[in-house]
């Protein structure tokens, strides 16, 4: 079997797998592409399909557990604006469920209520919950359970 036509088939699922994203058919591209490697070496049919079973048994079983595992986790550092979420801050100007201003990490920062019910006065403590743009989303830090 030549080795263009492995390189052909490493194309085709190269192909399914950017539609799909399952990581299957990428790594059984990377093996049709060990397979035509072999195959312009000049080994045989035989070592061909070997060469492309240790490879796809090698990718399923091994790489594409732990790459699984590694797309799956939470990120153990939190930045930017993520690491504002759950910090204390102090209302600098009362909070509403449209505005308000807040002191967090030093600085000042347009907020709003969770609860859109609620008005947090001036000087309450506050947890931010979540970020919005250039917004935190409180909510009272003597409500909190």
């Known amino acids: 079997m030549p080795w263009?036509?492995?390189l052909l088939a490493a194309g085709v699922l190269g192909a399914a797998e950017f539609f799909t994203l399952t990581l299957?058919?990428?790594l059984l591209a990377g093996a049709a592409v060990v397979a035509a490697?072999?195959?312009g070496v000049g080994i045989g049919v035989l070592?061909?399909?070997v060469a492309l079973g240790a490879a796809a048994?090698?990718?399923l079983l091994i790489a594409r557990p732990v790459a699984l595992r590694l797309m799956t986790q939470q990120p153990l550092i939190r930045d930017g604006s993520d690491a504002l979420i759950g910090k204390r801050a102090e209302?600098?100007?009362e909070v509403t469920a449209t505005?308000?201003?807040i002191k967090l990490s030093g600085e000042q920062w347009s907020a709003r209520a969770l609860d859109e019910s609620q008005v947090i006065?001036?000087?309450a403590l506050v947890d931010v919950m979540e970020i919005e743009g250039a917004t935190a989303v409180v909510y009272p830090r003597e409500l909190l359970p």
């Open 57 to 59: 048994a090698a990718g």
């Open 91 to 93: 209302v600098l100007q």
């Open 37 to 39: 490697v072999v195959a």
């Open 99 to 101: 505005r308000g201003l």
């Open 47 to 49: 070592g061909q399909f």
């Open 24 to 26: 299957v058919f990428g």
């Open 4 to 6: 263009y036509v492995w």
């Open 121 to 123: 006065p001036v000087g």
